[in-house]
C-alpha cells in the first residue's frame, strides 16, 4: 500500500520570485543578508530572461554592496540594473540606481562623479514620488 504524498516542486519562476521577495525584505530590516539572496535571484533572473527580476536583484545586490562598503562592486551592478531599467523604459528603477550610484560614488571620494550622477537623477519629474517609496535610502542617511 503506497501512501500519497505532495511532491509539489515550485518552478524556476516562483523560486526567483520567493527569493526577490526575501532579498527586498532582507534590504529594508538586515541590509548585510539581502546580498546573497539577491545574487542568487540575479542568476535565476538572468537564465529565465526575466528582465524586471533581473534588474531588481542587480539593485538589491548593488545596493548591498554598498552598504558592505563595497563601492565599486556596487557602482558595476547599479551600472547594469541601470541599463536594464533604462532598456525597460522604468523611470522609478532608473532614478533609484542613479541615487545609489551618487551614493556610490561619494562614498568612494569621487565628489564630482557624485554629483553628476546626482545631477541627472534630479531630472526625473517624478522625483519626490519616487523618494518617498525608496526606504532603500535610510540606510545612508548622513
Not at 530590516?29 to 539572496?37: D, K, R, V
Not at 531588481?56 to 558592505?68: H, K, N, T
Not at 556610490?104 to 518617498?132: I, M, S
Amino acid at each position: 500500500m503506497s501512501a500519497l504524498t505532495n511532491t509539489y516542486q515550485p518552478t524556476v519562476r516562483e523560486n526567483l520570485q520567493r527569493l526577490l521577495c526575501e532579498a527586498w525584505h532582507k534590504l529594508e530590516q538586515q541590509p548585510l543578508e539581502s546580498g546573497a539572496l539577491a545574487q542568487r535571484a540575479e542568476h535565476l533572473a538572468r537564465c529565465t530572461g526575466e528582465n524586471r527580476a533581473w534588474a531588481q536583484s542587480l539593485f538589491v545586490w548593488g545596493v548591498a554592496s554598498l552598504y558592505e562598503g563595497q563601492t565599486h562592486q556596487a557602482i558595476t551592478l547599479l551600472s547594469r540594473a541601470l541599463a536594464v531599467y533604462r532598456f525597460l523604459g522604468d523611470e522609478e528603477g532608473q532614478w533609484s540606481c542613479l541615487k545609489a550610484i551618487a551614493l556610490a560614488w561619494h562614498h568612494a571620494g569621487d565628489t564630482v562623479q557624485a554629483l553628476e550622477t546626482h545631477a541627472v537623477a534630479g531630472r526625473f519629474k517624478r522625483q519626490a514620488e519616487f523618494l518617498a517609496r525608496a526606504t532603500w535610502l535610510r540606510w545612508f542617511a548622513d
